[in-house]
């Protein structure tokens, strides 16, 4: 089974697509997230109820709740969508569209602080009407100094910058490189591929970030 965890605001498109075009199965909990506050009871109880009928009509044996997060205090409401996240059984699908900022900020956050227990971020677009999946970086690992210098280096030598030139760049021995490599692969820093035996490998995202975020402190 899967979780399927998303903010809600009155245009309950942005939820509705993102599930849909991700695939629910029997058995599915999707949880709703909606400021602990309302502005407007009716409309919010209306959205709510159109999301249900929807995906019930799709697959009966949905079940959707309702959590209320806290809006006026940003600590409480990223807490409260760790928790949402934590306690939630089976894969973790997280669609960020939609909803109150005052919700999807913290809910984003947390998300990027449990990026290892999601299985999936999704992103509806209000440009193109279209849902993608997003990488979202890894931001609480820190690479050691060595892994960070072979990092360094794929960065400056990447795309698809092989261990041997990698263990000349840095004039260490292939063995450390491929260390250093399979740990970055691990924390999501790096990619890799196997041509002809030799393994390729090329920075993410994540690893930009963290290169950027070492670099000024």
Request: with cysteine; net charge negative; proline share 4%.
């Amino acid at each position: 089974m899967r979780t399927y965890i998303s903010p809600i605001g009155f245009n309950t498109t942005s939820v509705t697509r993102a599930l849909i075009n991700h695939g629910v199965d029997s058995g599915d909990d999707i949880v709703l997230l909606r400021p602990a506050k309302e502005t407007d009871d009716d409309r919010a109880s209306e959205a709510v109820a159109d999301v249900e009928q929807l995906l019930q009509e799709i697959e009966p044996t949905l079940t959707v709740n309702l959590q209320r997060i806290p809006h006026d205090d940003f600590e409480t409401a990223v807490m409260r969508c760790s928790k949402t996240i934590r306690t939630a059984k089976g894969s973790v699908v997280v669609s960020l569209s939609g909803g109150a900022r005052d919700i999807l900020l913290p809910l984003t956050v947390a998300t990027m602080a449990h990026e290892q227990k999601i299985e999936s971020t999704l992103g509806y677009s209000d440009l193109d009407g279209q849902v993608r999946e997003w990488m979202l970086p890894n931001i609480t690992a820190t690479p050691s100094d060595g892994e960070y210098k072979t990092l360094a280096a794929v960065d400056e030598n990447g795309p698809n910058v092989s261990i041997p030139e990698l263990a000349t760049q840095r004039e260490s021995v292939k063995s450390t490189v491929t260390r250093h490599v399979n740990s970055l692969e691990e924390s999501g820093f790096v990619t890799s591929q196997i041509e002809d035996r030799t393994k390729y490998v090329s920075i993410t995202l994540s690893g930009r970030l963290s290169l950027a975020r070492i670099a000024s402190t």
